[in-house]
């Protein structure tokens, strides 16, 4: 009788355990057959980007980094997470770390004269080197321009009192220009008041902040450019429409002679000229685009389409409903202007909107070329001074990739750690001493009685 009861319950325990590792086997099958990843984290920052994740995960062929970084744990630490997200990303993302002092021949092979270099390696012997810290930024533009098999032209116009792209003062452009030419574009400034062409390479053309109206032969230059497929970025101001207003009307864009006031700026630690942005329109230059943008000393735009002309404009993003433009500048300088219903423009206000054309020239496949004007009503936005501050640089260069038919470019915001300060008042300090000091006692004392009186109840 013993024997039995031993088999039946060693037996049932036999089972058990073999359906438990079993079940265990089963999991570990599945996951490592379908590996998924989530993140809880309130910013996503163990996430790579929707853009980054795309590119990896189509890339044409195999490519391979190289982290020549000294063989220390804490040193490989921080690179190995963000690499893995790569690897996790897509199958032709290859990665080995190696450490120049035990691999020297490998080092000097790609001239890696230092620690914490970056090879990245695609077809041709093309390569991309990558020093300092490694973020996703820097390595997901540095694939990009491995497997790029075009470069772009941007040119900003001069002459009228543009943004200067070479200068480093706070209303300079320079830093624009270096954030361009790490993408991989090709950066120049040109005089549009010449009998020579534009240049034959020019894909995109800037006219950023002019001082000074462009004089009919230039304007027409840059029309026809605009006729023939090109694209325009105008980068405009407050009371700068006898400037640009006209010209910008004929493609369904009205430049308003005004300054948008945005009180809520100031509680932001900005200016109340200097509008913050949080609303985005669905377009490719602003999908996925969560990051507040600021413009100081921003005007209103009005776009409308016109279907018989071929023309298709989008708004892109808004101020907030509280907002306003203001039309008197003698007040503003003042420090007077107030909102007046029926003279100054009520929010929500457009800061940033494209048109798209339909033009008379064919492309090889015998279509209509689509040309492209976009405005954004701030110059100030882009300089040196702001181009860090919140999403400005994002927005710029989004702007710049989709004109330039690279939307796969991107400029990617570092994820800030998940730390929102908690702030106690007196009252609450006070009831967690208390519920420290004699809560957790009291409890403990409650629940130690209640267990002696059932013990003595069933005893």
Request: charged fraction near 25%.
């Amino acid at each position: 009788m013993i024997r039995k009861r031993v088999l039946y319950y060693g037996g049932g325990m036999t089972a058990y355990i073999v359906v438990v590792v079993g079940l265990f086997g089963l999991v570990s099958f599945l996951s490592n057959a379908n590996h998924k990843q989530l993140d809880l984290t309130a910013s996503a920052r163990h996430t790579l980007s929707p853009q980054t994740t795309n590119l990896v995960g189509r890339l044409p062929y195999e490519i391979k980094l190289f982290a020549f970084v000294k063989d220390n744990e804490q040193q490989r630490s921080a690179p190995k997470r963000l690499i893995e997200r790569y690897e996790y990303s897509g199958k032709n993302f290859k990665w080995e770390f190696v450490d120049p002092d035990k691999k020297p021949g490998l080092a000097r092979d790609y001239g890696v004269t230092r620690y914490n270099t970056f090879v990245l390696t695609g077809r041709e012997g093309k390569k991309e080197v990558l020093d300092g810290e490694l973020n996703e930024e820097k390595l997901t533009n540095a694939m990009i321009r491995l497997i790029s098999t075009k470069e772009h032209a941007v040119y900003f116009t001069k002459g009228h009192g543009e943004k200067d792209i070479n200068g480093r003062e706070p209303a300079g452009y320079d830093d624009i220009r270096t954030a361009l030419k790490e993408q991989n574009y090709i950066v120049g400034d040109l005089l549009l008041f010449n009998d020579a062409p534009l240049p034959e390479n020019a894909e995109l053309l800037i006219i950023a902040g002019p001082q000074k109206s462009l004089m009919d032969v230039e304007r027409k230059k840059v029309d026809s450019f605009i006729q023939n497929g090109g694209k325009a970025l105008f980068l405009v101001g407050s009371f700068s429409a006898a400037n640009t207003g006209t010209w910008l009307e004929k493609y369904g864009i009205k430049q308003d002679n005004d300054t948008i006031v945005d009180n809520a700026s100031r509680i932001m630690g900005g200016d109340v000229l200097a509008p913050m942005v949080s609303s985005y329109e669905d377009h490719p230059v602003t999908k996925d685009f969560k990051v507040m943008t600021f413009f100081p000393l921003a005007c209103s735009l009005k776009a409308k389409s016109d279907p018989a002309r071929g023309i298709e404009t989008r708004d892109l993003a808004k101020t907030r409903p509280d907002t306003w433009g203001e039309t008197d500048e003698a007040a503003l300088k003042a420090g007077t202007a107030k909102y007046d219903e029926g003279k100054d423009v009520a929010g929500p206000l457009t800061i940033a909107a494209v048109a798209e054309l339909t033009t008379p020239s064919k492309d090889n496949d015998g279509k209509p070329k689509k040309g492209v004007v976009a405005v954004i009503c701030d110059s100030e936005f882009a300089s040196n001074a702001y181009l860090g501050v919140g999403g400005n640089k994002d927005l710029f260069m989004n702007m710049v990739n989709w004109l330039s038919s690279e939307e796969d470019r991107v400029t990617i915001a570092s994820h800030s750690a998940d730390s929102e300060p908690l702030i106690l008042k007196a009252s609450h300090i006070s009831t967690i001493a208390v519920l420290s000091v004699a809560g957790l006692p009291l409890l403990l004392l409650s629940a130690g009685l209640w267990v002696n009186i059932r013990r003595r109840r069933s005893g």
